[in-house]
């Protein structure tokens, strides 16, 4: 594993706990009700599962992931950061999950839009325009 982040100068350790502060952003309810990319991305399987190569590809990920030679080595890092974190489940590698997911413990569900529905007002025609 990596002593240093070369890129950002993080310790193993700090690096590790950025990453799971930036999980946890990422799969927390303020951020899935209005990261539409995301919450579509876990709407795909029925439990709410992303690959990692998705999260990889996030922005903020890219920039803390800097110091790592490959994606085999993050996948590995994230894995191993993520694996006793309460908040953030990591899927095991079998063969029905070729690559390595994550997802939230507790389950997302999107808040619905309201609806609003058209409303009669009998007699109404009669009114004078203003009024309304």
């Not at 990596?2 to 310790?11: A, D, I, P």
């Not at 992303?50 to 590809?57: E, P, Q, T």
Request: glycine share 4%; proline share 2%; net charge positive.
């Amino acid at each position: 594993m990596l002593e240093t982040n070369s890129t950002n100068n993080y310790s193993t350790k700090q690096l590790s706990e950025r990453i799971v502060k930036q999980l946890e952003f990422y799969f927390s309810t303020a951020n899935l009700d209005t990261d539409r990319w995301l919450s579509r991305e876990m709407e795909k399987t029925r439990k709410g599962w992303v690959s990692v190569r998705k999260i990889l590809s996030c922005p903020q990920m890219v920039e803390l992931m800097m110091g790592f030679p490959n994606s085999a080595a993050k996948t590995t890092f994230i894995e191993e950061s993520v694996k006793c974190h309460s908040r953030v489940l990591v899927s095991a590698k079998n063969g029905r999950h070729k690559e390595l997911q994550l997802r939230r413990k507790k389950r997302y569900r999107r808040k619905q839009a309201k609806s609003y529905g058209t409303v009669w007002i009998g007699g109404a025609e009669n009114c004078n325009r203003e009024m309304l």
